[in-house]
């Protein structure tokens, strides 16, 4: 049974740039959360994706949108990324929100 | 004041040490609760779930007290492999609220 897997791990961008990461949840799991995981700091979070549409969002600028498709795959963008951007960006798998699972991450950075 | 609160760390140990982690959190509106921990540069991974009755795992034990919004996680007979940071997480409607997190680093 995979886990939820995340792509790619590693990412450097230069400001200016947008970005989009990609997530596939865990086997039977329908809803996607995304949280950005700054050095030294708890996971924040982004956003949540449950039946392709977004369920609740955190605070964070409109730069960060997401897509959550029929399969329950997600992809999150970022536009106009800042240095400040730079972090690792986690995926969590549930069932309607409930105990979350991460991926990986991928580890972006801003230059 | 931060959503949830921890201890500050790093907490340094002797294997075989019991050690405790506290936990508060400021909506009483959460609904679950829960320990992540968390290796350096990995994701974090489910510990376990805290439930108000208090529930165990092996050397782990959780304990919840909603009337003081606060969560606690007790591990006995340290090894030195649960060296990692403990996150302290609350569910508010499939919404994560991490804590900072606590270092532990367990010593031979």
């Known amino acids: 049974d995979a886990g939820v897997t995340q792509s790619p791990t590693h990412l450097i961008k230069t400001r200016g740039q947008q970005v989009t990461l990609r997530c596939s949840p865990k086997?039977?799991?329908?809803?996607v959360s995304w949280y950005q995981q700054a050095l030294g700091q708890g996971p924040q979070f982004i956003f949540q994706y449950y039946e392709e549409e977004e369920r609740q969002r955190g605070n964070f600028p409109d730069r960060f949108s997401g897509h959550q498709f029929p399969n329950y795959s997600s992809e999150l963008n970022v536009n106009a990324l800042l240095l400040g951007d730079s972090a690792l960006y986690l995926c969590?798998?549930?069932?309607?929100?409930?105990?979350?699972?991460f991926g990986p991450g991928t580890r972006l950075t801003v230059t | 004041r931060k959503e949830v609160e921890q201890d500050p760390g790093p907490f340094n140990v002797p294997e075989g040490a019991t050690v405790a982690f506290n936990c508060t959190y400021s909506n009483s509106a959460s609904q679950s609760f829960f320990w992540y921990r968390q290796d350096c540069r990995k994701e974090p991974k489910l510990l376990m779930s805290v439930y108000s009755s208090g529930n165990e795992d092996g050397r782990f034990t959780a304990q919840l007290n909603r009337a003081s919004q606060y969560i606690s996680l007790l591990i006995r007979d340290s090894k030195l492999s649960d060296s990692a940071t403990y996150l302290c997480?609350?569910?508010?409607?499939?919404?994560?609220?991490f804590g900072q997190g606590t270092e532990l680093s367990v010593k031979p």
């Open positions: 969590a798998s549930s069932l309607l929100g409930n105990e979350q699972y």
């Open positions: 997480v609350v569910n508010q409607g499939g919404k994560l609220i």
């Open positions: 086997s039977g799991h329908d809803t």
